[in-house]
């Protein structure tokens, strides 16, 4: 199983990103993903999930409104829409797959891609 994220950068306050997670080896219709992220000196904190179906999503109250959580079955990949990003969303952004419902609870990951940065800076 690997989940790749990519789509991480440096950005300006008020910009836009969009991250993606590509997965293979798993059958991703039976997976939920989630995103989570992680800034240096702190922990990890589950930032969204969308359902197998993607009809069920969840965000953190710190990026609700901002951020938008999608999937493509098809194409096998999670999205991550982030808008009017702030400095306090530089991290690490990481994608997870898991067999349970929409969880942003780390612990209940089963897999986990490597991370992309995201910088918010002017």
């Known amino acids: 199983v690997q989940l790749q994220a990519s789509g991480g950068g440096l950005v300006q306050p008020g910009g836009s990103l969009r991250l993606s997670c590509a997965a293979s080896?798993?059958?991703?219709?039976?997976?939920?993903f989630g995103w989570f992220r992680q800034a240096p000196g702190k922990e990890r904190e589950g930032v969204s999930c969308?359902?197998?179906?993607?009809?069920?999503?969840y965000y953190s109250a710190s990026v609700r409104g901002r951020f938008t959580v999608s999937r493509d079955n098809a194409n096998r990949t999670a999205y991550l829409q982030m808008n009017s990003l702030r400095p306090e969303d530089t991290a690490k952004y990481y994608c997870?797959?898991?067999?349970?419902?929409?969880?942003?609870?780390?612990?209940?990951?089963?897999?986990w891609g490597k991370g992309t940065q995201v910088t918010v800076s002017s």
């Open positions: 997870a797959a898991s067999g349970v419902g929409c969880s942003m609870t780390a612990s209940n990951m089963q897999y």
């Open positions: 080896g798993l059958p991703v219709e039976g997976y939920m």
């Open positions: 969308v359902g197998r179906g993607g009809d069920t999503t």
